[in-house]
């Protein structure tokens, strides 16, 4: 069983930057993979970033490409999203999930966390 805490978000403005901290339980944390996803009001939930148990691997959605940075500290059972350049089209809720493979497909995930709001106002 892994249970996630995201936190870090905030109001900020467009251009600046937000990081993100997904804080989990759980022994077996290092051995999932994790995503990042957001939902914005009347939206689906969609695929941020994700990478691999072990950090090797990363993968990103185009809209965030080159502004966001998924990493991780598995003696810490810490995933992070660092944010730059922020746009109010990233106005979100931010969720982190774990699952046994890095996906972009929700239905990967097993475990989630509440999310933490990230606003950009422009």
């Known amino acids: 069983q892994v249970q996630l805490v995201e936190s870090g978000g905030g109001l900020v403005q467009a251009g600046g930057s937000l990081r993100l901290s997904c804080a989990a339980s759980?022994?077996?944390?290092?051995?999932?993979?994790t995503g990042w996803f957001r939902q914005a009001p009347g939206k689906e939930r969609e695929f941020v970033a994700t990478?691999?148990?072990?950090?090797?691997?990363?993968y990103y959605a185009d809209s965030v490409k080159g502004r966001f940075t998924i990493s991780r500290d598995n003696a810490k059972n810490t995933v992070f999203l660092q944010m730059n350049t922020l746009k109010p089209e990233d106005t979100a809720v931010y969720y982190c999930?774990?699952?046994?493979?890095?996906?972009?497909?929700?239905?990967?995930?097993?475990?989630w966390g509440q999310g933490t709001q990230v606003t950009v106002s422009s």
């Open positions: 759980g022994r077996t944390f290092s051995s999932y993979a």
């Open positions: 990478i691999s148990w072990g950090g090797g691997s990363t």
């Open positions: 999930a774990a699952g046994r493979r890095g996906s972009s497909r929700l239905s990967e995930y097993d475990y």
